[in-house]
């Protein structure tokens, strides 16, 4: 395996890495859990929990990386920044506020689009409630479970241009949803320019001909990942 890292810091010359091993949903088994411990504590890393449900290993040196993914047996969370890099999930089945137990909807999107090539860098958010824990409503593309049904959002952004998220569908059935989400996100892929995020698509094109587009869009007739061949 490649070894995949982040230059961190550099001190007096000496420069530190972090990783940061994909976590589905940030959902992780104690036997994953504590080999990420162990690794840490074998080569000096310090553990850092992120905003996006992963724990990033930092404090690494560069040498010790293909080491330290070998013994890890996990993958990277990010190989290319052009692409789906996380997709948060809320624990909605083990959550009293939820209206709607969503961990395995978000762990078939998860299991298809991680990783997925987009024009820019993507997040998804999944939510059981309103409350929308994960911060849905900052995420490129997200899914909300509600009383009367599931609602889709698109275009929340934060960092630099924060942007809170349209909702293009409300009080969907499920599948619904569902279908509606990946004709959203096909969309995305097939329209906006290189670079470009979802936010600024939709912002250039205007939220009424996003919606628009989405509505012809056959989520299954392109592979983009081929089309520009970054995986």
């Excluded at 992780?28 to 290993?57: C, F, H, M, W």
């Excluded at 939820?98 to 990783?115: F, Q, V």
Aim: proline share 4%; glycine share 10%; net charge positive.
């Amino acid at each position: 395996m490649a070894y995949y890292g982040n230059l961190q810091k550099v001190r007096n010359g000496v420069k530190t890495f972090g990783i940061t091993p994909h976590i589905p949903g940030g959902f992780i088994t104690p036997d994953n859990l504590i080999k990420i411990g162990e690794v840490a504590k074998k080569y000096k890393g310090v553990l850092k929990l992120t905003s996006g449900q992963r724990i990033l290993i930092t404090n690494l040196t560069e040498e010790d990386l293909p080491n330290i993914w070998a013994e890890l047996g996990m993958e990277p969370a990010v190989k290319n920044i052009y692409s789906v890099k996380n997709v948060e999930i809320c624990p909605s089945a083990f959550c009293k506020r939820s209206k709607a137990n969503i961990m395995g909807l978000g762990m078939i999107i998860s299991k298809k689009y991680h990783g997925s090539a987009m024009p820019n860098r993507t997040k998804i958010g999944i939510a059981g409630c309103r409350n929308a824990c994960g911060g849905v409503y900052s995420k490129d593309f997200g899914i909300i479970a509600d009383v009367t049904g599931f609602r889709v959002t698109v275009g929340g952004s934060s960092g630099f241009h924060p942007r809170v998220a349209d909702i293009i569908g409300i009080d969907l059935p499920q599948d619904e949803a569902y279908n509606l989400f990946e004709k959203a996100i096909t969309y995305y892929q097939l329209n906006a320019n290189f670079g470009e995020k979802a936010s600024d698509f939709i912002l250039r094109i205007g939220l009424d001909k996003f919606k628009e587009g989405t509505t012809k869009q056959d989520s299954n007739d392109f592979d983009y990942n081929k089309k520009f061949s970054l995986t």
